[in-house]
Each structure stands twice: as structure tokens, then as C-alpha cells.
């Protein structure tokens, strides 16, 4: 008989720590069930981050290590130099990528490192328990914007993905959501162009994934994905920001 | 031995840690160690390593910890407020067990200070900086040969550990030149030896001959879990600490005065020496080389029949004076000689206010 479905290789058996209908579990998925289908699990290195995802490691089933809070970009910039052939990806949040990382994560794109990055979006800190992160949306509740966001206070959300293609080095820039069975495909679809490009060592790659955290956002898992669909994509719109040219993808 | 050749501090430091296996450096400009990076981006690439420029010293030492975790050698410099912003990476590497070399060629604080040579580093280096219960094994040399040759160790000395070596040289010994004769090359680790060198090393499981995963960290939110990790590191360190210790004690037995001091000061501190022997003053010298471990065992070979009083001569307000007190534990009074802000004793004015001090210790 020909199973129809399996567990990937990509990630062990141990369950995850995330909260139910949290979407990070689908991320660290369909990133290993990639690295898996291209046969490349033992030749990767992770590295992963300060967030909801710190122990990504016990789930990933590939080499890897923790960073502090911000840095994995330059973590993965180090690692390269010491394993040129390998494939190297860093899973970052919101918080960790968008605020305290940003040094890291602009010059990394600006040099042109070939690694792939892959940026949870919830806009939310969800590890320190619902705090604003810079992409928390206009308006939106959290711990430390208990009237909702205001522009005058904070700013407006920023766009990472439009920021970091605006930059040279950074030739693959897309942004993807996990709210539905045909944006996790597409999502997937993203993770397998992203390796591609480091394979064939075109450049940096980055995956924004819009994510959910029911636990800090107060709703229900379907609630969130309703919350995600109708608040977060018309801010952040989907789509490839960056493609580079004679990127060879199977 | 190798023939003597006439270099500047900061070039021979980074010429004897590339001889010690060191192929990768990341770094961001400071004075004044600024020709190290200079030098390493001119070599490296050359003797089969790579150099980057960092977009600033959290990135340096967070590329560090990447290279080294996935197996690479790495050195790392800079300068007092670079090192300041390291720590938080020095705290991540001790924890994770990750070994590299850093060398902070120090000068004046607080803050951004000045760019004059200075020793009020002592406590940021053996002190730590970082958060939480660490150690860094940190040597302080006197001249540019002990430092080359104890940068020509430290690479080796970081792997067999798995934890940071730091060296303390301040300004002076960085931007001066004096002959130096370099060791041999040693063996530098390719890409495909990490594996089997070091197993805990990312390389890609496919690269171990155990197929077995790596994982690197530093989270325990366990509390017996990190507990017990801190325990672990804490049983290395006190192993380090018996076999660590490095010092020169000069002229104690019969002395009047013993000074204590590192690195430049040191230098200083013998000039005075012989001027007070030809005024009839013994002054004996303890010159810690490794500042962390301390060598408090020095202290016990004090003449304690002769001896009036220890005098801490520092370029700070007197830090490493209380590694001094806690060694002489209240065998003999302590005093200090210090000048700071990028000030530097003549050797004459050190031996005037050790003739006060001797006077009042009577
Ligand atoms: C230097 C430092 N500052 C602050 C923290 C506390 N901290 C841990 S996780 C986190 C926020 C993570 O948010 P995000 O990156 O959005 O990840 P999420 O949990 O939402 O997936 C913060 C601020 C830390 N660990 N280190
Ligand atoms: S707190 Fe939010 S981001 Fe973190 S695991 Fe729970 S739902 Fe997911
Ligand atoms: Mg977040």
C-alpha cells in the first residue's frame, strides 16, 4: 500500500510548545517538510531566535542553535563563513527581527548573505505575553498600547518586506500568509524558492509569513485567522516583492 | 627560536593568533586597534580564512559565536566600549560553550573616554560585563613577545576549553613596536575536518559519522536544568583556576614595598625599583600575567618579616586593588599609586609616592 501521508523526517516526534491555532507550528512545518523533499536535512544549519520559536531546535530536526535576541542575522553571517556549502536559515519574529534586530537584519540583506530568512509576522511580542511590537496595526490592543496603537505615539507598522527590497544584496523578497489551505501551499512554494536562491548562491532570501498568536491578540484560533485576513493582509499585501532573474526553481 | 623582527603591537597580536589556527575575524573599527582589522582584512583571505567587516561590535561577536559554533577558529578585537558591547555575546558563548579569542587593546573611560592607554578595564574583563555566572580565562601582558606568545596559544587553548580567551593589553603595548620572534604556523582546521575535530560543531548531520544532530544553546527554563549547566561550567572553571595562574614575582624576598601591577604599568613599576634600590628602598614587584585566574598564591611569597605594606600601582582609580586585598587578606596594609584618564607615571613620580606610602606604612 502507498501512504497517502506521512510524518516528515523534517521535524521529531516531540510536540511543539506553541499554543493551539498558533500558526508558528505551521511555519516550522512546511520549512522542514521542504528541506526533507529536497534531501538536504542533514546538510542544513539553524539557527533560530528569541521569541515563541527559541525552542525551534527541539522541533527542526536539523542542526542548529539559539541566538540572542536580534542577532541570528549575524549568527547565520558567521556560520557562512565557516561552512560555505551548507544550507543556513535563520526563523525569526516580528519583535526579534523588526526591532532589536534591525542593525543585523538590514546589513545582512546589504551584503548580499546567502542565507534564507524566514520572519514570523504576528505583529505582536508573544513570548513576553502581548507587548506592541513595530508592526503591531494602527489601533490594536496589547499590554503596552492598552488604548490600541496611535500613529502620534508609535509610529505606523513597519513594512520589512518593502524596506529590505529596497536593498541590493536582498534578491528574493516575498510575503505570504498562514490563514488558508491555498496560502500555506503558496507559503511553502516561497520557503522552496527561497533555498533555491541560496543554492544557487544568488543572494539573500527572505520569507515574511503573516502569522497568528490567538494567545495575545484574545481570540479564538478561527477568530484569528479571520483577524489575520481582514486586518493584517490589507496592510501587509502578499505577494514577491523580489525575484532575482534566472532563478532556476524545480 | 625565530629571528627577531621589529613590529608594531597590534600587527604582531594579529600575525601570532593567525600562527595559533585562527582563520576567521570580525570586527568594527576603534582606536586604538584599528590596524588589527586592517591587517586581517590584507591576510586572512590569503591564508584560507575570511575577514568581515561588522556593521558594529554586537554583530562581531554575535558572527563570532555563528563561525565558531559551526566549527570555525575565530579571533576578535577592539577597544573598551567595543568590548562593552560584546558582553552581552561573551555571556551567550560561556553559556553555549563556544570557544574564540578576544583581545581588547584598551584605553580610557568612562564612556567614550579618550583614546589614551588605560587600564580601568580590569574589571570589565574579569569581571564580566555580561549577565550571569561566567568566567573568561583573560591574560594581561607586559611586552609585545608575551602577548604574541600567549595569542599564539589562545586559539588552541579556547578549543580544548570550549569557552572564550580573552587577552587585556592596553594601549601602549598595541601601538608600540619592539623585536618579536614569531612561532611556527600551527594546523588550521578545513571545512571538512570540523566534523571529526569537533563533534558538538553545526556542520550538518550528514558531515558527523554518527548521523547524530548538533544543537547549540544557551536556554535552560528549567531551573534544576540550568542550575545544574552552571554547575558544570563552574566545575571547568575551578579546574582552570589550578592550572591557569601565571605570574612573575620579582625581588620579594627582603623587600621594604611590594608593588603589584600588570601589563604597562609593570614596566613602570621596575624602573621605580631600581631607583629605589639605589636609594637604599627594597621594592619587590608581584606582576599578575593572568588576571583571571588571579594569582593570589603569589601574595603567599610576601616576606612578611620585611615587607611594610603591598601598593596596587594601576592606570585606573584602582580596580585590580581588590584582587589584591582579598590575596594579602589582611596580612599587610594595601595602598594604591594610580593616575588615570590616559595618564601615564613617570617612573620618578611612582618612586616618590611609594617613599610617602613606606613612610607611613612604619
Ligand atoms: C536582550 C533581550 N531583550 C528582551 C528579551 C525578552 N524577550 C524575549 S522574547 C521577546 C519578544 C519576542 O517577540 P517576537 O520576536 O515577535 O516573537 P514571537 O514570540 O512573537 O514569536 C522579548 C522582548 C530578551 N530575551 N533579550
Ligand atoms: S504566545 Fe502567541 S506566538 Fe507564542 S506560541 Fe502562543 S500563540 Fe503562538
Ligand atoms: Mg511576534
Known amino acids: 500500500m502507498t501512504p497517502v501521508f506521512t510524518y516528515t523526517k523534517g521535524m521529531t516526534e516531540v510536540s511543539t510548545s506553541y499554543c493551539p491555532g498558533c500558526t508558528h507550528g505551521i511555519a516550522n512545518r512546511i520549512i522542514m517538510e521542504t528541506l526533507d523533499e529536497m534531501g538536504k536535512l542533514g546538510d542544513a544549519i539553524g539557527v533560530g531566535s528569541i521569541g515563541c520559536s527559541v525552542t525551534a531546535h527541539q522541533f527542526m530536526n536539523v542542526d542548529m542553535l539559539e541566538s540572542a535576541h536580534g542577532r541570528a542575522p549575524a549568527v547565520a553571517s558567521g556560520i557562512r563563513r565557516a561552512q560555505p556549502d551548507k544550507l543556513i536559515f535563520t526563523y525569526q519574529g516580528d519583535g526579534d527581527l523588526a526591532s532589536i534586530g534591525t542593525a543585523e537584519i538590514v546589513h545582512a540583506a546589504h551584503r548580499g548573505e546567502k542565507f534564507c530568512v524566514f520572519f514570523i509576522n504576528n505583529a505582536i511580542y508573544g513570548m513576553t505575553g502581548g507587548q506592541m511590537a513595530p508592526t503591531t496595526l494602527i489601533g490594536q490592543r496589547t499590554t503596552t498600547s492598552p488604548e490600541g496603537r496611535t500613529v502620534e505615539q508609535a509610529g505606523r507598522p513597519i513594512r520589512i518586506s518593502e524596506m529590505l527590497a529596497t536593498i541590493d544584496g536582498a534578491v528574493y523578497i516575498e510575503r505570504v500568509a498562514l490563514d488558508s489551505p491555498a496560502h500555506v501551499r503558496a507559503a511553502k512554494k516561497a520557503v522552496r524558492k527561497a533555498f533555491a536562491v541560496q543554492e544557487q548562491k544568488l543572494g539573500f532570501a527572505m520569507v515574511e509569513f503573516l502569522s497568528t498568536c490567538p494567545s495575545n491578540w484574545g481570540l479564538s484560533p478561527s477568530d484569528s485567522i479571520k483577524w489575520l485576513r481582514e486586518n493584517m493582509i490589507p496592510y501587509y499585501p502578499l505577494g514577491v516583492f523580489k525575484e532575482p532573474e534566472g532563478l532556476k526553481n524545480d | ?362
Open chain 2, 1 to 362: 627560536m625565530a629571528e627577531k623582527v621589529l613590529m608594531k603591537g597590534n600587527e604582531a597580536f594579529a600575525e601570532a593568533v593567525i600562527r595559533g589556527g585562527c582563520r576567521f575575524y570580525f570586527g568594527y573599527p576603534i582606536t586604538p586597534q584599528s590596524e588589527i582589522p586592517e591587517f586581517m582584512a590584507r591576510e586572512l583571505k590569503k591564508r584560507g580564512g575570511a575577514f568581515l567587516q561588522a556593521e558594529s561590535e554586537l554583530g562581531a561577536i554575535n558572527m563570532t559565536y555563528g563561525c565558531a559554533a559551526a566549527g570555525g577558529n575565530v579571533f576578535i578585537s577592539s577597544s573598551s566600549p567595543g568590548i562593552s558591547l560584546m558582553q552581552e555575546g561573551m555571556s551567550f558563548l560561556c553559556s553555549a560553550e563556544v570557544p574564540c579569542t578576544i583581545l581588547n587593546v584598551s584605553r580610557c573611560g568612562p564612556g567614550v573616554g579618550g583614546i589614551q592607554p588605560g587600564q580601568a578595564d580590569y574589571y570589565q574583563m574579569t569581571r564580566g560585563g555580561g549577565n550571569g555566572d561566567y568566567k573568561i580565562p583573560t591574560f594581561a601582558p607586559a611586552n609585545i613577545q608575551e602577548a604574541v606568545d600567549i595569542l599564539y596559544e589562545a586559539p588552541m587553548l579556547a578549543d580544548s576549553i570550549r569557552n572564550p580567551v580573552a587577552v587585556l593589553a592596553d594601549g601602549m603595548l598595541g601601538q608600540m613596536m619592539e623585536p618579536v620572534a614569531l612561532p611556527e604556523q600551527k594546523k588550521q582546521y578545513s571545512p571538512d575536518e570540523i566534523a571529526e575535530y569537533k563533534p558538538w560543531a553545526l556542520t550538518g548531520y550528514n558531515a558527523k559519522a554518527d548521523k547524530k544532530r548538533a544543537v547549540v544553546k544557551s536556554l535552560r527554563l528549567q531551573p534544576e536544568a540550568l542550575e545544574e549547566h552552571v554547575e558544570k561550567l563552574f566545575k571547568k572553571y575551578r579546574q582552570l583556576e589550578k592550572e591557569l595562574v601565571r605570574y612573575e614575582a620579582v625581588d620579594l624576598d627582603g623587600a621594604d614595598i611590594v608593588f603589584v601591577a600588570f601589563g604597562t604599568m609593570s614596566r613602570l613599576c621596575k624602573e621605580a625599583m631600581e631607583i629605589l634600590a639605589d636609594q637604599g628602598i627594597k621594592a619587590g614587584l608581584i606582576r599578575p600575567i593572568s588576571i583571571w585566574p588571579y594569582p593570589a598564591e603569589a601574595f603567599d611569597k610576601i616576606d612578611f618579616g620585611t615587607t611594610k605594606v603591598v601598593i596596587s600601582t594601576e592606570l585606573s582609580m584602582g580596580q585590580m586593588i581588590d584582587d589584591v586585598r582579598l590575596a594579602v587578606n589582611g596580612r599587610l596594609p594595601v595602598r594604591l599609586i594610580h593616575r588615570t584618564g590616559g595618564m601615564i607615571p613617570t617612573s620618578l613620580e611612582v618612586v616618590e609616592k611609594a617613599k610617602t606610602i613606606l613612610e607611613e606604612s612604619k
